[in-house]
């Protein structure tokens, strides 16, 4: 059996985390305590390349930073970016109108006007309202650590999951933790 308090690394948080143990039908899993992700150890994994990521981030840097980053990945074959939630929900509807895809939305939590959880509640009244029945995976950014408020959005926005961009040492170190987190959340999904 493994040990339950054991201490993993956790791509979400970007920290080495105390752990607690499920059971599933795959067996023991070790989740993160702090933002509850299952850690199953699995970096290193590339992710197949999507469609469309949707980016809403109020910092221009951060923004082409990371734009550029699932670029060069390859993460994505088109990157659209808005600069905060309102933006963000305009293009997506536009999008879902014209039958245009979008494989994965990213979010920033903290913006001026309509922050990332008011942009993702929105959202998918937006998909409920138009009767999809896929809904868009949300990986929402973060400079603060995960708590009960925001684990409570990631169950209400499901599938979605978080990085703390605050604990990346690097670009690089961030594109390793991306890479984990998104395999996680599409294969969460069922679009892996």
Do not use: W
């Not at 913006?111 to 896929?134: F, H, L």
């Not at 925001?150 to 991306?178: T, W």
Request: glycine share 8%.
């Amino acid at each position: 059996m493994s040990d339950p308090g054991a201490k993993l690394y956790c791509p979400s948080c970007g920290e080495q985390v105390e752990t607690f143990i499920m059971l599933d039908e795959s067996g023991e899993s070790h989740h993160c305590f702090i933002c509850g992700v299952k850690l199953d150890g699995g970096s290193g994994r590339s992710v197949k390349s999507l469609e469309m990521m949707l980016i809403a981030e109020d910092s221009m840097v951060f923004r082409e930073v990371l734009t550029d980053k699932i670029l060069e990945l390859g993460l994505a074959g088109e990157v659209e970016t808005a600069n905060d939630g309102e933006e963000f929900i305009a293009l997506f509807t536009r999008r879902l109108v014209r039958g245009q895809p979008v494989s994965l939305a990213v979010m920033d939590i903290r913006m001026p006007g309509m922050n990332g959880v008011n942009a993702a509640m929105a959202m998918r009244a937006i998909e409920r309202g138009m009767e999809r029945k896929r809904l868009v995976p949300i990986l929402f950014f973060s400079s603060v650590r995960c708590d009960d408020t925001l684990r409570d959005v990631f169950k209400h926005c499901a599938p979605a999951r978080y990085i703390n961009k605050g604990n990346a040492a690097s670009p690089e170190e961030l594109s390793e933790r991306l890479v984990e987190v998104i395999n996680g959340l599409l294969a969460e999904s069922g679009k892996k």
